[in-house]
Nanobody
Framework: QVQLVESGGGLVQAGGSLRLSCAAS????????MGWFRQAPGKERDFVAA????????YYADSLKGRFTISGDNAKNTVYMQMNGLKPEDTAVYYC????????????????WGQGTQVTVSS
């Protein structure tokens, strides 16, 4: 089992920034990648970004490249996501998830999920 705890969400004005954190504990050695997904009310859960522990590669949804940056601290088993230039359409619950194998872009390949953290961007 892998436990994930997100933090860092909140209310911010358009153009502002937030930094999300996701701390992993438990059988973290079994994890290949950590991903961030987001889900707005009435919409599907969408891929945002991912970070692979061994190769330290990063992956992004095309629409978010340049504004969001994912990084990881292997020693702390923690993944971060810096979000800049936030827009009202970025408002959603952001979830951290752990993937053991498979495409990091595919929500169905993630086995463990955090509780989510709300990000609200006001116009």
């Amino acid at each position: 089992q892998v436990q994930l705890v997100e933090s860092g969400g909140g209310l911010v004005q358009a153009g502002g920034s937030l930094r999300l954190s996701c701390a992993a504990s438990g059988r973290t050695f079994s994890s290949n990648a950590m991903g961030w997904f987001r889900q707005a009310p009435g919409k599907e859960r969408d891929f945002v970004a991912a970070f692979t522990w061994r190769s330290r590669n990063t992956y992004y949804a095309d629409s978010l490249k340049g504004r969001f940056t994912i990084s990881g601290d292997n020693a702390k088993n923690t993944v971060y996501m810096q979000m800049n230039g936030l827009k009202p359409e970025d408002t959603a619950v952001y979830y951290c998830a752990a993937n053991r194998y498979g495409s990091v872009y595919d929500v169905s390949t993630y086995d463990y999920w955090g509780q989510g953290t709300q990000v609200t961007v006001s116009s």
